[in-house]
């Protein structure tokens, strides 16, 4: 059997475990691709898009993959990074250029609806998996089924539309009463579920560890604080930063006013925060060079000296950031350049603390009692 065979999947819950019934299923589509020479149509932005392009590579699969183009230098260099963060055999892919003509979000929601048209238009087999009644790949396959496309449902499974249990309340309970003293003197930094890989984790090693996560997701708020603690290193970002700038942020707030400030941020799919940490004593933070942020209008950003610049956040128009108290570090934090009495880990509960003592000799505060 020779020619292309779309593997398609409608978009899944944000926090998924290797044992959900479309990615296992989604594996066995894949392996049945390679062991009948198909070409596999895969492209990136969403996750069961990506799932089947990691498993292309990890089965070393050809594919097609299609990208979004807006110019050809673009383009090539999207290629580039694919190829890299998904660890490809360059000799097995082939690229197909989707191209759009608009930008910003209506940019991406434009590659997204013709990128699905083409593959299930392109494809000699569609190969469904989990798709929603009502959605939209379910009627771009009805429509090729009547022009007598072969569709494959041996691999198919029920659409679940349940979601992630990633919005939490975490305000609506009391932390414990002395952990607001016990923290007086720290700088916190909070973490958070990463619906996609970590900073310098490449995206195939991100679905590796999806795959094989069973009871937890792989990219939770406390296998985040792992991470932290096994690199020994806050990493820093430049999300919500201006000109590029990287950064660690810390949070001066007390943990019971933290935990009010700890919810769902559905513009970015994410919570704010959740329960689990790294606290700096601000002795020690003072002395890596850890410093105030500056709150403002934008236009008070061109009055400040250059070095202070990095240290700026607009108060915003659609949130008020200044109730977050934060601390800046520029780039990369080691925390091994720290002494560990200077430095606390936080988790959620006592349950958390065996784990994390795989990982950190000193002391972990929990901040709820369970």
Known sequence: MKGH???VNSRQRLYPLGCDAW???SEKAVKYAVENNLTLL???GMSS?????????????????YVKSESSLSFLKLCEDIEKDFNLDTTLVEWCPVKVESSGQKGTDEFRTKRDRLIISEADAIIPVSIRVEGNLKRLIIAVKVQGMDINKNFECSYDGTSSSCKNDYGAKTIRDDVDGLLSEYLIHWTRAAHKPWPNELAYDYYK???ESTDEYSHSA?????RILSEGKLRASSRHMRAGIRAVSLSGLEPSQAVRLMKWRARYREMS?????IAIHKEAARELGVRKVYYGNPEMYQYL????RPYFQNIGTKGDWMPEKEYRYIGDLNLDSISSESVIVICRSKSDTDQLNHFFNGQILCIYDD
Do not use: C, M
Not at 49 to 65: D, G, I, P
Not at 222 to 226: A, D, F, G, M, V
Not at 273 to 277: A, C, L, T, V
Not at 305 to 308: M, T, Y
């Open 23 to 25: 990615i296992k299923n």
């Open 209 to 211: 560890a999806v795959i």
């Open 49 to 65: 898009w990506e799932l089947v392009l990691y498993l292309a590579s990890k089965y070393h699969a050809r594919q097609k993959v």
């Open 305 to 308: 000296e250059e070095d202070n």
């Open 273 to 277: 925060f959740e329960p689990y940490g």
């Open 5 to 7: 065979a779309a593997i």
């Open 222 to 226: 406390k296998q985040t604080l792992i």
């Open 42 to 44: 895969t492209s990136v």
